[in-house]
């Protein structure tokens, strides 16, 4: 028996997309002489559709398209995701099902039993979870169909769920496992996505067959990496990530195993690409092509810069350089060098004027007022309004440039630097903005080394460094850390060594700054809690601030 | 037996004043002979958490308070709600629990079964469903204790969830039922809660008393309107709306029942002290007090100032008027009125100097091309960055102005006019707007007449009107409701009898505006389907775009 998995970027709602990437993947998976072909989880509408699934006609459209494969399945069996309804009234309107179609027909359908609600995931918002498993006999063979999650509460010390689908299952001793997945990217999510799989066929011990999405949906990124595992635990195939993919497998050679095909891992390559097909997919998916972003000679946006151009090609990227009387002549040499390293058009617009007709509309209420943050805003929102008017002239999506370590103790200013479309390095921690840097000058110097290694400064008040009011980065970096992706409290950070007084600021920064972060673009994201959806916290709530 | 409910306004996280304000409430029913006191659902820490329910330090704080009045139930039983732990490691860490406490002991602890997880509820991405019902004997009498949600799968057509907790508890005989909620508001809910209540007490046949919050927390507000309910299926009492409150009540009056004492419920009037609340509580739980906004002459500045002026105090409020070169005469004569009826400062700043100075800096690029919305939007981020920086220069926050009509379909500049800490009427449609003017005028004219009659205008070109290209708002504001509120699909609004053309038009308008709306102030919200927590769109979705 042939086995085909497909990894293909879906798009949410494009249901005549969606169909016609996966007919013509059942074409060529056919012409491979594929019994079955998989794809990934709700594939038919693409992953997370939210509250698109609240409405009658998004869920009629789904059937639509479950109804085009079924009669696609004539001489290959497709297994596909897609919501379905719930027959009953007691309970959530649908569930997550994974489709098992053959010969025009129903094969079988396995709803989806543990539903994700952490960090991103909102789904029993929507789903009702499975209470019934049976594998599909299909050609001889038994299979245990599974959605996603069903294979997660496999091999944690603290399992989220009560019950592990599988073993339900087990009774009927199926012959191998497919698993129909939408599991988003981050950087340490594909060694534990093969910890997973490796978890469930050491308990099962029969191969796993595992399909991921990729691509980007706005925010959130999938990264491929579909895996096949065979009895002994060993990786038979791991898919490229974050490339479309059609591989065919010949069961018996899966149950044979004893091959080993684990791609490398390495955390500032697998950002980078993630980055670069977050940026690709938010401009084709949006139906754009061009992007704006201001670089100011500094590092964050030289690094969002060059992405932008490596995603989208230089000729789409424009850059602004919008110096104020407090930017550093070098700060401008280096934009400069920047773009023209890499060939894109950029301009010099100094905002002086502008600013001072904002001072001078303003002089009769701060006559008299000290300089503070305000005009240092008033420069930042300057230069916003400045990009924003060029990508509403030009049609360029503005990008924004604000780094991880700036968005969580709020170092940017509302409606000024933290404008743009997409902010594609607010998951990225400062320490991790310069491991780009590097990544990206590997092969020569595209970012001019002075841009990296001079002292980071907004240039908003004359000789203004970011170490006058922030900790070391190193240190910031790593007490974010803690406390955003491992969720530390304050006494725990403390005990792991971090000066009390440093973490109550901190943690009184980060939480102070909810207000922003509320109104910022959305954001990349590459590790395992990034602002957004993920990170949901009270703004008025009054707690470590 | 005497049982006393308290309705009070917590603020989330704010531990030490949470526990004084139910601390100060068990003396008052103390020395009314109260035998019991019901506080809210997860009173210790504020509703809703979010993720502050991740950190094992806020819960541990949580189990504090609960200390805490546990020590203080010598004399009177306490009822609290407090998130507790999972003893086991299977399955969510936290039960959202109700604690029953007497006599410096744990009575009883009742976790929630029904996690309400739609709109802009997320508990079981927190909470683990309870599995186990038994009502807590006390002084000869049992009680069921229930949380919020496990008494709402009663009396519906399409129950959410499988079972009805309270059924469960039937088989020990209860002689009343405890119910602790954080129930919030909409304009229809205090009615629905009525008929909940009601369909419980005609299930079971035993009194209920039904404990709500009051207060805003961000964008989410409690009404209060707590009930107490006789078998015989009457309104023994209802609290006030908007008020924190406390009453004894006789248990042998309410099973005797013949009295009703239900309250009008008057949406205008609902919406309007809502608004006040909402408004109010955002500033004094975020410590601020001074408001600032930009009046245009229209209608829906002028409704948000007065509503500013009425929750903060007229010398709290300040407000701008921003002409540009498009502005009528009429627009800043109506603004000016406006300010010296309510008393409140306010101020003129001409922004044509300004919207030169970026016209000059743009000149080089925008040089032949036509005057087009990006104009328009370089005025709005005009006023939006002399808004602003009043607001940082002073200390106050500024306040949004858009209405719900104008949020819904993208009428609205990012960066511009959509500024501000908090959107007061972006979930008030346009056609609501008009109605809460006419409320606020009913004692005589606060928002001049002009204001209320002129066709609704954006005066960022000459002669612009809403009405060039939108329907007549009675008509655009049915169809978003149905969309927004109802989820119809474009079939089911032609079939209710809209335009197909105009429905594809609204719809698409939507959608293609989640962009904006991703980046918005937190909306106050008094519908059924506010923008914000409660409504999750996928922003590079191609559905019905």
């Not at 925010?219 to 595992?229: A, H, L, R």
């Not at 980055?275 to 500094?298: E, P, Q």
């Not at 310069?434 to 004359?462: C, M, T």
Request: glycine share 8%.
């Amino acid at each position: 028996m042939k086995i085909a998995l497909a990894q293909l970027d879906y798009h949410i709602g494009n249901f005549d997309g969606n169909l016609n990437k996966m007919l013509a993947a059942v074409e060529q998976a056919k012409t491979q002489g594929a019994d079955i072909i998989c794809f990934g989880e709700l594939a038919v509408c693409g992953y997370p559709p939210r509250d698109f699934l609240e409405f009658d006609d998004f869920i009629q459209r789904c059937y639509t398209s479950v109804d085009v494969l079924k009669n696609a399945s004539r001489d290959i069996a497709i297994v596909v995701g897609a919501p379905s309804r719930n027959p009953v009234p007691e309970g959530k309107d649908l569930y997550n099902s994974a489709y098992f179609l053959y010969g025009g027909e129903i094969l079988g359908v396995q709803h989806k039993a543990l539903l994700p609600t952490y960090d991103i995931f909102d789904e029993y918002r929507y789903f009702e979870p499975a209470r019934v498993f049976h594998p599909v006999a299909f050609k001889g063979k038994k299979i245990a169909l599974s959605v996603c999650e069903d294979i997660w509460n496999v091999g944690n010390e603290n399992p989220l769920y009560t019950i592990c689908p599988l073993d339900e299952m087990m009774a009927d001793a199926p012959d191998f496992i497919l698993n129909i997945s939408a599991s988003p990217f981050n950087y340490a999510h594909a060694a534990l996505r093969i910890h997973t799989v490796r978890a469930n066929v050491e308990r099962y011990n029969i191969p796993l067959f595992y399909t991921n999405h990729v691509g980007a949906q706005t925010d959130i990124i999938f990264d491929g990496g579909s895996i096949v595992m065979s009895p002994d635990g060993l990786v038979f195939d791991e898919m490229p990530y974050f490339e479309e993919c059609l591989r065919v497998y010949e069961l018996v050679e899966v149950q044979a195993g004893g091959r080993s095909a684990e791609q490398p891992k390495e955390k500032v390559r697998l950002i980078h690409d993630a980055l670069l097909v977050g940026i690709r997919d938010y401009f084709r998916k949006l139906g754009f092509s061009k992007a704006i972003l201001g670089l100011s000679g500094g590092i964050d946006s030289a690094v969002t810069a060059v992405l932008a151009a490596k995603a989208l090609g230089p000729e789409n990227v424009r850059v602004l350089l919008l110096p104020s009387q407090y930017s550093s002549d070098h700060s401008v040499d280096d934009a400069r060098q920047l773009a023209v390293n890499l060939g894109i058009a950029y301009d010099i617009v100094p905002i002086r004027p502008i600013f001072e007709a904002f001072e001078a509309a303003l002089q009769p209420f701060f006559e008299g007022l000290a300089f503070n943050v305000t005009e240092e805003n008033i420069k930042a929102r300057s230069r916003g309004t400045l990009l924003m008017a060029m990508s509403n002239k030009f049609g360029n999506i503005l990008l924004n440039t604000t780094n991880k370590s700036e968005m969580a103790v709020g170092y940017g200013t509302l409606y000024g630097d933290l404008c743009g479309g997409l902010a594609v390095l607010a998951d990225v921690y400062k320490t991790e903005v310069y491991a780009l840097a590097a990544y990206l000058n590997k092969d020569g110097e595209i970012i001019p080394q002075n841009s990296i290694v001079k002292p980071p400064s907004a240039e908003l008040r004359p000789g203004q460094k970011d170490s006058d009011s922030l900790p070391p980065y190193e240190i910031l970096d790593a007490l974010l850390y803690q406390y955003i992706e491992c969720r530390k409290g304050p006494r725990e950070l403390a005990a792991l060594g971090f000066d009390e007084t440093l973490v109550a600021r901190v943690l009184r920064m980060v939480n102070l700054n909810e207000f922003k972060r509320e109104q910022a673009a959305p954001v990349l994201r590459v590790s395992s809690k990034g602002f957004g959806m993920g990170r949901r916290m009270p703004i008025v709530g009054k707690y470590l601030s």
